[in-house]
């Protein structure tokens, strides 16, 4: 059972460079959500989709761009990597039309940008 | 503005003893949720529960709704219990399911 699968794993970029983590899911779900988790802070949200071909800002949108490639892939990308972006990501996803929707979450990319 | 509290942050705990972690919040919400994360590891989702309590084993997961208060209790801890446990609550809007999260309860059992 995948769930939800995101790659890379680990990543050391340089300021400036570009990259795009990659999530996918095979639960058929609507709503993918791409969070940062830093020390001390709680879950962060920065984009979501709610279901294919809409995608909102989050609370913390600014440097990330994302797509919802299909239903069942959401990419995140960063355009020119910044050191306040060394975090670690994880993509998550539930289901939109129950409300009791449980909340699935990939294993983390850990990124750090020098 | 922290929708989710949770409390204590940190927990050391002798192997074997009853533990409680505390979650409360402020927004209407469609489900609670409790999840655990291992260090370096990924979340896992433990609970998701709307009334009343929810048993798996030797965890135990209570919320009250009016109080907008849950606890997840461990029986007889062991130290592979040792890891961050994290509320969520789940508000469901036009939009879908929107998800606001506590910063953790860090717990270490120690044998």
């Known amino acids: 059972n995948a769930g939800v699968t995101q790659t890379p794993k680990f990543q050391v970029l340089k300021t400036g460079q570009s990259m795009t983590l990659q999530c996918a899911q095979d639960?058929?779900?609507?709503?993918m959500y791409w969070y940062r988790q830093d020390p001390g802070m709680g879950l962060r949200l920065i984009y979501y989709s709610a279901s294919e071909g809409t995608t909102d800002k989050g609370e913390v949108p600014n440097g990330y761009n994302v797509s919802r490639l299909n239903k069942r892939e959401f990419s995140l990308r960063l355009e020119s990597a910044a050191p306040s972006q060394t975090s670690v990501y994880f993509c998550?996803?539930?289901?939109?039309?129950?409300?009791?929707?449980?909340?699935?979450f990939g294993e983390g990319s850990r990124l750090t940008v020098l | 503005k922290n929708e989710v509290e949770q409390s204590p942050q940190n927990l050391t705990a002798q192997e074997g003893e009853f533990i409680t972690i505390n979650c409360s919040y402020s927004v209407g919400i469609s489900a609670l949720h409790w999840l655990q994360q291992h260090p370096g590891g990924g979340i896992v989702s433990l609970f998701m529960l709307s009334s009343g309590k929810k048993k798996h084993g030797r965890l135990i997961a209570t919320i009250n709704i009016q109080e907008k208060h849950s606890s997840l209790h461990i029986t007889a801890s062991h130290p592979r219990d040792s890891a961050v446990y994290i509320c969520a609550v789940g508000e469901w809007g036009n939009t879908g399911n929107q998800f606001y999260f506590g910063t953790g309860t860090s717990l270490t059992v120690i044998p």
């Open positions: 639960m058929n779900h609507n709503s």
């Open positions: 998550a996803s539930s289901e939109a039309h129950g409300r009791l929707g449980e909340l699935f």
